[in-house]
């Protein structure tokens, strides 16, 4: 009797246990459900909250910039070559010098940036062993974070009076040495996804070539940079773009003086420069000099955008598929 009372309460403990054990794990699947539900709307939120930003962005630079173009021929704004907002009377709005300006820093920039960018991509990629790779590349990419204010005054401390002890003739305030800057400052970029770029062509292909009887030499620059094409493109496009929309070096070692001409050594005033400036403060708010900032910040996204775009299109134009 005693011996059926234990195998009774026995049974009953193994079933208040397999009961408590299924109860924990669907509380536990309820819980992992709701999580599973949850997680996607979260990321969805994120996801909108960038997309509406961006679409915010956009929207006040097209409102502002339309308030600029009631009170500023849309006309002198693109064709005239003066660029005088401060005058004290009927100022001149055209953005021409600003944008040469800017496209001469950014065209010194690129010719320093390509060869230097590419030959360590070539280098790193092709010639560096694993431990050398692991030394040089995070130095290079050291460059990449260092505040842009610092990169202004190397600029105009340290590269300008150098250039000067060379061209006698080289202001003070010039494009030559901002560009020179800025072009160290993008080598990073180009460097780091060119040797990516680069490292994804398929060993295979290198060892057919050197089967084939081609030096080293060869295979880099015949068979790998043309394989990794798409990508030394894009990033070269990437980092006009980064150029074109470079401010604290510009706005410290360029100048404040916008000219239109393509002479290297005379003070300049970029687009992003002159957004600096007018952002200081001085201006009231609702004056035209004020709208102006929109219709140039509207200009330079113009500019960066069609950047990207040529980026994502060479990407795809020259994507070569292993």
Request: no cysteine.
């Given at each position: ?26 509380k536990k699947k309820r819980a992992g459900f709701s999580f ?231 003070s300049i005033q970029t687009m992003t420069a002159y957004i ?35 980026a994502q299109f060479v990407s795809r134009r020259f994507r070569?598929?292993?």
């Open positions: 009797m005693n011996h059926e009372r234990g195998v009774n309460v026995g049974d009953e403990n193994v079933n208040h246990s397999i009961q408590d054990l299924i109860s924990k794990k669907f599973e539900r949850l997680v996607p709307i979260l990321l969805f939120i994120t996801a909108l909250i960038s997309v509406l930003t961006t679409i915010g962005i956009v929207l006040t630079l097209i409102f502002e910039t339309i308030t600029f173009f009631t009170r500023v021929s849309i006309v002198e704004f693109l064709t005239a070559k003066k660029w005088f907002p401060f005058s004290e009377t009927h100022g001149s709005y055209g953005i021409l010098p600003l944008v040469t300006g800017t496209l001469k820093v950014t065209g010194i920039a690129i010719l320093v940036a390509v060869p230097i960018g590419i030959a360590s991509a070539i280098y790193l990629s092709e010639y560096a062993t694993e431990k050398t790779k692991k030394i040089i590349k995070p130095i290079l990419e050291v460059l990449a974070g260092i505040p842009t204010i610092v990169y202004g005054y190397f600029a105009l401390t340290f590269v300008t009076p150098i250039l000067r002890n060379v061209m006698p003739g080289l202001e003070i305030f010039n494009a030559l040495s901002p560009g020179i800057v800025i072009g160290i400052m993008i080598i990073p970029m180009i460097a780091s996804l060119s040797e990516d770029a680069m490292s994804s062509v398929p060993n295979s292909i290198r060892e057919g070539a050197l089967g084939l009887g081609s030096t080293k030499f060869e295979v880099a620059f015949k068979v790998v940079l043309p394989s990794a094409l798409s990508g030394i493109i894009a990033s070269i496009v990437l980092a006009v773009s980064r150029a074109i929309g470079e401010t604290m070096i510009v706005t410290v070692a360029g100048g404040s003086t916008p000219t239109l001409t393509w002479d290297v050594t005379r600096v400036q007018v952002s200081q403060g001085d201006v009231g708010y609702g004056t035209t000099v004020y709208y102006s900032i929109y219709a140039v910040g509207m200009t330079l996204f113009l500019f960066t955008l069609i950047m990207n775009f040529i070569e598929e292993y």
